[in-house]
RNA sequence: GCUGCUGUAGCUCAGAGGUAGAGCACUCCCUUGGUAAGGGAGAGGUCGAGAGUUCGAUUCUCUCCAGCAGCACCA
């Protein structure tokens, strides 16, 4: 037989017999090696260690020292582990599939009876034991018939539809282990043993579609996490209790910021510390945009159907607005209106009134619109996904030469912003051209060339999302991620070639003829409940002063100090400052403790030694001493730092 | 919307077929204490809503509403 060569990571070559398998080059090298190893790559791609070698190839045995692979495989082999102990325990269960994702697996069941999440520890101690057995993994190519025979033997259906759906010509893999079999791509561990049995843990149980589609059956879907070893399970379960902490429900409670009640799903109730909070972001934003040249306006909430159906809405995005219809008993006239779901058919109203001239343009026309929208009742989530909110909206009518200009000057925008508000990073998705348009081509490459180019012109990163724009023009999507590792679509900005035209807005060019002009909407922070519930995660609660809802807290050590406590509240409140002065018959450490639990970010605490010095005692949230100061530094110290960025 | 789970005091949660309990918070009293909980007393609940079973339901059953996890959705 003729041998092959393989190219070993550091180099080296070393010749085999053709037939030779991964396993038994390892053995060759060492002992040890072969003891230790898990799986190999060929020609970089990640095999069983009983491939069989068959060409000249780069080789790589992996160890669980190779991170990326062991996790892989250990991860893969847990969602094998858990169907093969769910399938034991119960054996009616039919399998599906079970993937690696981040941190975990999880494998989708079919089962009539719901597991619960007592089960999960009955199936995570079957999973341990069939660790132990140390079971041999087995690998073996199926033909396509032998394959449905079995799974129709074994009555597994969505095994049987899995077949049907790999390529003609693909193999098929089955694997085992003990009697257990499963049909999976691979690669997989050399033994059940190899799956440390203390670095994994069953998390959830949740309901999930077949194949991600709506029509079809719901199955069982539970989750797991599995790490190399016991600590890194315990550091993962400590990283998810801290992102639990900073949820910003939890926050938005302990911090008295706002509510949302049974009788308004999805609407949100502020609270004046909230509002402070909302307010200070708005106020911030109304002054970058200004500056920006835009100008702000204001329009209808309840707007007659008649809109909607001119701007599309209607016929397209009926199922997800509020409709309101007037009580026949006090109307005239039975009209039908809906809650704005979107800004857009109302500034073109704005724009609409009088002629407009191409020196108009562009207009940028801005509205913190407040919008309604019905969100399916299982979609809603804290701030982040609600059914009223309020946009930081705006519409810029140009011409199709001016796309490119003003799609810099708004990723410039948005860049400040983000990083004046904390985002240091944020990604950019070009979306283009989808099968199914409006607009001819010749736009259609005008527009997108004007949007690439502005990035590239700021020399951002972004990627390219082919035939994912909307069907009026191409976008930009900017995705934020959260505390908890979440991502969220925050900014946008999509050009839009179609709702101008529907909506009769025109301008006049320097030829004396009418145009249509492009508008492009946009928002920074898209919705002000969804940014501000991710800037609560994002700080944890410990805004900087400037965002802070309360800033200060005045607190008296003794009574005799109370006097001076609200004279030194005066001199900040003067100063702009958000301070309150806490003189309640409390010892200092409880005030302390609860201000900080409260996360106020400075306390000022004054005993008869401040009184007399006319100082404070000055104490940062977080920091364990304090400093004492005079009252005029301190003042001046606050007020310089509770500045907003743009006014520095 | 779908699957599963949950809904008891302002918050976090316990509880049982015979109309309820803890800690914190709240009110009052004592305490004036120097940087993350001083002590005592008191008040507070139609046990998510409706229907059914039962002598009796907050507890069991059903329906609805809301929340949570995930899936689907987010033109």
């Not at 900014?491 to 009418?514: M, N, S, W």
Request: proline content about 4%; some cysteine; hydrophobic content about 40%.
């Amino acid at each position: 037989m003729a041998d092959i060569s393989l190219t070993l990571p550091d180099g080296n070559k070393r010749s085999y017999p053709t037939g030779t398998t991964g396993l038994e080059v390892a053995a060759d090298i060492s002992k040890s090696l072969a003891k230790s190893a898990i799986s190999c790559s060929i020609d970089g791609a990640h095999r069983d260690l009983s491939t069989v070698l068959s060409a000249d190839c780069d080789f790589a045995i992996h160890t669980m020292k190779d991170d990326a692979q062991a996790l892989e495989l250990i991860r893969h082999d847990c969602a094998h582990i858990m169907a093969r102990a769910v399938q034991e325990l119960w054996p009616d269960t039919k399998v599906t599939i079970g993937p690696v994702i981040a941190n975990g697996f999880y494998y989708d069941f079919d089962r009539a009876e719901a597991f619960s999440v007592e089960d999960l520890a009955v199936i995570e101690k079957k999973m341990r034991e069939i660790i132990n057995l140390r079971d041999p993994v087995r690998t073996e190519l199926w033909s396509r018939e032998r394959a449905i025979k079995y799974f129709q033997n074994t009555e597994e259906p969505f095994k049987i539809e899995l077949v049907g759906m790999i390529p003609k010509g693909e193999d098929l893999r089955m694997y085992w282990h003990g009697k257990w079999q499963d049909l999976c791509r691979g690669p997989h561990l050399v033994h059940t043993g190899q799956v440390p049995a203390d670095a994994f843990k069953l998390m959830s149980v949740a309901g999930a579609y077949w194949r991600g589609d709506s029509n079809n059956p719901m199955l069982q879907r539970i989750y797991g996490v599995a790490f190399k070893n016991k600590n890194d399970l315990k550091a993962h379960l400590h990283m998810l209790e801290e992102a639990e902490k900073r949820d910003h429900r939890k926050l938005g409670r302990e911090m008295d910021l706002f509510h949302i009640q049974e009788e308004a799903p999805g609407m949100v109730f502020w609270h004046p510390n909230g509002w402070t909070l909302y307010r200070v972001l708005q106020d911030y934003m109304r002054r970058r945009q200004i500056a920006d040249g835009y100008q702000e306006i204001n329009t209808p909430q309840v707007v007659d159907r008649k809109l909607w159906e001119a701007s599309g809405h209607w016929e397209k995005y009926r199922e997800n607005m509020f409709i309101t219809e007037i009580d026949e008993e006090h109307a005239n006239e039975k009209r039908v209106n809906a809650l704005k779901p979107m800004n857009c058919p109302c500034h073109v109203q704005v724009y609409n009134q009088g002629l407009k001239s191409y020196r108009d343009l562009p207009l940028r026309l801005a509205e913190f619109g407040s919008c309604h929208r019905y969100e399916s009742s299982g979609s809603m989530h804290g701030l982040m996904r609600v059914r009223g909110f309020t946009q930081d909206d705006a519409h810029i009518f140009c011409t199709r030469a001016q796309i490119g200009a003003e799609t810099k000057k708004f990723i410039e925008l948005l860049t400040r912003v983000y990083q004046d508000l904390g985002f240091d990073k944020f990604e950019i998705k070009f979306s283009t051209r989808p099968d199914v348009r409006a607009g001819s081509d010749a736009v259609w490459d005008q527009a997108e060339e004007a949007l690439e180019n502005a990035i590239k012109a700021l020399d951002l990163p972004y990627e390219t999302d082919p035939g994912e724009g909307a069907f009026y023009g191409p976008k930009l999507d900017f995705k934020l991620t959260d505390a908890i590792g979440r991502e969220w679509q925050l900014g946008t900005f999509q050009a839009d070639f179609v709702l101008p035209e529907r909506l009769d807005a025109e301008y006049i060019g320097e030829d004396g003829a009418k145009h249509t002009p492009v508008m492009l909407h946009r928002a920074t922070l898209g919705s002000f409940e969804r940014f501000l519930g991710v800037l609560i995660e994002n700080y944890a609660g410990r805004f900087p002063l400037w965002l802070a809802p309360r800033q200060i807290v005045v607190a008296s050590i003794v009574s005799d100090a109370d006097d001076y406590v609200l004279e030194v509240v005066a001199a900040l409140k003067a100063a702009g400052l958000r301070a309150e002065a806490d003189i309640r018959n409390e010892k200092i450490n409880y005030k302390v403790r609860e201000h900080s639990v409260a996360k106020v970010p400075v306390i000022l605490a004054i005993g008869m030694k401040e009184v007399e010095a006319r100082s404070v005692s000055m104490r940062r949230l977080g920091d364990k001493g304090s400093k004492v100061l005079a009252l005029g530094e301190v003042v001046e110290q606050l007020q310089a730092e509770a500045t907003p960025p743009d006014l520095r």
